[in-house]
């Protein structure tokens, strides 16, 4: 074999796995954002060749995917290790499966350019067009799009306008331009790069208006995953959430990561005085599991300063297999199979939806627990605005290497998006504080025990995102696609 036949043979597969795998460098923490956009120029550049075809561009793509996903979702085996003697077996098939399953949505927009007269051009449209359905698919999976890279830069600014799918083009052209226009198709993209910075250091130079005059308190316990639900330990781990939520000077409102109390209040309604004892009689909002009618949900609950609920949401876009089992009577019934995350009950309920809770003096408040940060469409499917964002997690799933920075940065993006500020408690990951334009004003150590006191940031006026959605930039994915089509080159088979 010769010419690109040998490249889209074992040795291209090779090629196109390994520049998958680069492209993931990008992601958070490495933040390489230099090394994906040379890495996915590579892979558009083999699927492009002339004689490629739409065959061997599948698998080149699926290689690339594969590879891409292997590395940015390897942190996916840290839940089955927590019980690793129950669980453990499951590691290698869930990230082998999840990473060579995800790498269709490389495959198909691969097979897809060579429907095009321009392969490059139609790469591009074609794969921003599924990246954008793989996170609304069935119960949707956006994590690692390519558009993360940018989160942290001030290219993450244009979220505000196109978010996450906005982020991905800005990816995928610069790569793709010179390919299809050798050194008229560079200058291009580094213009485009530079008016994505220039745009984002202007905006990030703008003022923000004062914060609220009120205290947060974060109180970030650093469970550790394994003993977090260990019955014998269970007063030891509320006895630190008071112990640090009574520390130093009293905050007007104190804030517990999820499943932070490892009891429920409908079974031992002592917990609460005991909270807003240690908080100085002011309101706690504390995650913690729910029951009702003899369904247990993922929640978080307000309580006022005399310990009654003043507000609560119950978490609704809950994570497949995690949180709930699909089928999950069948499963449960016939093989006794139950959500590994849930520890009461088989699994956990869904909410009924996202919402904004009004917390007076506070401000309105959307929350989001844990896995619901990624997804921007669980942020603007409410009716109302919010003044700010409270994200609550137990990262502790994620492990301590990736995937804790790839999602603290995706609830990050959902700041820029919005305009809005973000408040972030971890059980144990990253606690933090993020403003209206994504930028981490304070942050506790990753991995320790401890409080972070700051005050309730200030919202912007809503984004063009905020208004709009996605709608702007699928249209632009739609004209793109056309392009494509433009004045077909000559002799491209």
């Not at 990246?131 to 244009?158: N, S």
């Not at 208006?209 to 509320?238: C, F, G, I, M, Y």
């Not at 909270?275 to 029951?291: K, L, W, Y």
């Amino acid at each position: 074999m010769t010419g690109p036949t040998r490249l889209a043979g074992r040795r291209g597969l090779g090629l196109a796995f390994a520049l998958g795998a680069l492209a993931a460098l990008g992601q958070a923490p490495f933040g390489l954002w230099g090394v994906t956009l040379a890495a996915v120029a590579g892979l558009i550049w083999l699927i492009a060749r002339p004689g490629t075809g739409g065959r061997r561009s599948f698998w080149l793509g699926w290689a690339a995917g594969t590879g891409y996903f292997l590395l940015s979702l390897s942190w996916i085996v840290e839940p089955f290790l927590v019980d690793i003697a129950r669980h453990g077996w499951m590691a290698p098939f869930a990230v082998l499966f999840l990473s060579s399953g995800l790498g269709l949505f490389w495959a198909a927009p691969a097979a897809l350019a060579w429907q095009t007269p321009r392969p490059a051009l139609g790469f591009v449209a074609a794969f921003a067009l599924l990246e954008w359905y793989r996170g609304v698919i069935l119960t949707g999976f956006p994590w690692a799009m390519l558009g993360h890279v940018w989160i942290g830069t001030a290219a993450d600014q244009v979220a505000a306008i196109g978010g996450a799918s906005g982020l991905s083009l800005l990816v995928l052209l610069p790569s793709a331009l010179p390919v299809q226009a050798g050194r008229r198709g560079l200058a291009l993209a580094v213009l485009m790069l530079a008016l994505a910075f220039g745009f984002g250091a202007w905006r990030l130079a703008e003022p923000l208006p004062a914060p609220r005059d009120l205290t947060l308190r974060l109180v970030q316990p650093n469970a550790e995953q394994s003993a977090k639900w260990e019955q014998s330990l269970a007063d030891e781990h509320l006895t630190r959430l008071l112990d640090l939520t009574a520390q130093g000077q009293v905050a007007d409102l104190t804030i517990w990561p999820e499943t932070a109390v490892p009891f429920m209040l409908e079974y031992a309604p002592v917990v609460a005085g005991m909270v807003t004892d240690a908080s100085g009689g002011r309101p706690v909002a504390v995650g913690i599991q729910r029951e009702g009618a003899g369904l247990y949900y993922n929640s978080l609950r307000v309580l006022s300063g005399e310990g009654a609920e003043i507000a609560s949401y119950d978490k609704h876009h809950l994570v497949p297999f995690g949180e709930y089992i699909p089928f999950g009577d069948l499963a449960y019934d016939w093989f006794g199979i139950t959500a590994f995350a849930a520890q009461t009950g088989a699994a956990y309920s869904a909410g009924p939806g996202p919402r904004v809770m009004d917390l007076g003096s506070f401000g309105k408040v959307l929350p989001l627990i844990c896995y619901e940060a990624v997804f921007p469409r669980d942020v603007s499917g409410v009716d109302e605005r919010a003044d700010w964002m409270l994200q609550i997690t137990n990262d502790a799933w994620f492990g301590v290497w990736t995937g804790p920075f790839q999602h603290f940065a995706q609830a990050r993006l959902r700041a820029v998006e919005q305009g809005l500020p973000l408040v972030r408690v971890a059980n144990t990951g990253v606690t933090a504080v993020i403003d209206a334009r994504g930028r981490v004003t304070a942050a506790l150590p990753f991995g320790t025990m401890g409080v972070l006191d700051s005050p309730v940031p200030a919202a912007l006026e809503p984004t063009p995102y905020a208004r709009w959605g996605d709608t702007p930039v699928l249209l632009l994915i739609v004209a793109l696609s056309m392009l494509p089509f433009l004045r077909p080159p000559r002799g491209r088979h």
